[in-house]
Each structure stands twice: as C-alpha cells, then as structure tokens.
C-alpha cells in the first residue's frame, strides 16, 4: 500500500496541491480508494461473460475470500499487474488532465458512445 501512498502524493505534487496533514492523508485514501475501485473494474472487464458468470456464482459462497477470487482470476489468464499498472497510467493522465478519473465507462456511457 506505500506504493500506492507515494503514487498519490507524486500526484499531488504534480497538480501542485496544497494541502496538507489530515486533509491531504484523506484525499490520498481516497484517490487510493478510487483506483482501487477502478482496478477491480478493469480486471472484471477483461473476464468473458462464461468467466463473469463463473466468478458471480462463487462470490455467493461465503467460503469464496479474496484469495479464492484472486487465484480465480490468475487461472483465466488476466494478468493482474498489467491491469493494475494500465489502469495507473490512465488514472495518473485523467487526474493530471483534469478528467474525471474514471478509467473504464460505465454501461451508459459506452452505450452512450456507440
């Protein structure tokens, strides 16, 4: 998680934010929290809907943790850092462009977009 922590605050001082102590801890918890989110998006994104399928049946199964979902992942062949670190470089040009730092539409924007 430090990675991520000095990932944020390269960010920040990139934008050159000023803020600092709680507040800037906070909104790096939540830049963090908000990648995270849209890594996970990414990774599910790239499962076929067979695979999709699969992984929603097993997530109801309250013995199914993340360690089970992240094996479940790697065996279809999704390589995680990849991902992780694709979904890095679009958040860090969005956050520095001025978007909205969302990587992956939503349904309705990709619909929107067709």
Do not use: H, W
């Not at 001082?13 to 929290?33: F, H, S, Y």
């Not at 094996?71 to 999704?78: A, L, S």
């Amino acid at each position: 998680m430090q990675n991520l922590d000095d990932f944020m605050e390269s960010l920040l001082q990139e934008k050159d934010i000023k803020v600092e102590g709680e507040v800037r801890d906070q909104l790096k918890a939540d830049m963090v929290q908000r990648l995270m989110t849209q890594i996970d998006r990414a990774t599910l994104n790239r499962l076929t809907e067979e695979q999709a399928i699969e992984l929603s049946d097993k997530l109801d199964d309250p013995n199914f943790g993340d360690e089970q979902a992240a094996e479940f992942i790697k065996n279809c062949g999704i390589d995680t850092q990849e991902v992780a670190l694709e979904t890095m470089l679009q958040f860090r040009a969005l956050y520095l462009g001025g978007g909205t730092g969302d990587v992956v539409p939503n349904e309705t924007e990709a619909v929107a977009a067709e």
